[in-house]
């Protein structure tokens, strides 16, 4: 059970589709610079995306971690990580996402090591039931994941098919701190303020 929330948590995502409007009609030298230097790392951005979201469909385990916020990884190594998501993959196990739906992505804000966005996007996912033949065991996974993503979106058994099908909405961060956009979910983010590894003053925009 653990291991297959860890990967819906890994497997967040998000996109749009169009860009952040300028708030005024009058726009200077300045202004018209600002807003070319914003559509081009909106473009990165989005392109940054749909691959992460590719990725993560296709199950490419090398170009999913490629786009994980790098200082994740200090709590599980890269290498580790990678073998996880592989034993995962392989076993069958491993959720189905589909219809993602690419929903808002907020304009793009600097703070202290770069700069980033926050990415709301909607998706179904389908679990297979790891006891198919226990239907005792089905009923506790059922009401445990309802309750866990219960402020997110809705969880349902198909008893026949022996499948949990969750519809949810996730928020990711999407950082750009070398020139290259990477993502982390905003639950993981918090957890990660704890050890050091995140950026204060990015949680710090936020939080209301």
């Known amino acids: 059970m653990k291991k297959i929330l860890l990967l819906i948590a890994i497997l967040l995502l998000g996109a749009c589709t169009s860009d952040p409007k300028p708030n005024s009609n009058t726009t200077t030298a300045t202004d018209t610079h600002t807003e070319k230097r914003d559509s081009t ?5 989005k392109n940054a995306l749909s ?3 590719q990725a993560t469909i296709n199950k490419d385990v090398d170009k999913l971690l490629s786009f994980i916020y790098p200082k994740a990884f200090t709590i599980v190594s890269k290498d580790k990580m990678k073998i996880m998501l592989q ?20 304009p793009i804000k600097k ?6 966005s926050i990415i709301t996007s909607s998706m179904d996912t389908v679990i297979k ?4 033949d226990d239907a005792k065991f089905e009923s ?9 993503l219960a402020s ?3 969880v349902t058994l198909d008893k026949e098919k022996h499948t949990f099908n969750i519809q949810h909405t996730n928020k990711t961060i999407a ?11 905003f639950k993981q983010a918090e957890k990660y303020i704890s050890k050091g590894i995140f950026p204060k003053d990015l949680i710090e925009k936020l939080t209301p």
């Open 41 to 45: 790392e909106m473009k990165a951005l």
């Open 51 to 53: 691959e992460y979201t």
């Open 87 to 106: 034993k995962t993959f392989n076993s069958g196990k491993v959720p189905t996402v589909q219809n993602v739906k690419h929903l808002k992505i907020e």
């Open 111 to 116: 703070y202290n090591e770069g700069v980033y």
């Open 129 to 132: 039931s790891p006891k198919p």
């Open 140 to 148: 506790y996974m059922l009401k445990t994941l309802q309750g866990r």
């Open 152 to 154: 997110r979106g809705t």
């Open 175 to 185: 950082l750009n701190e070398d020139g290259n956009w990477k993502f982390i979910g």
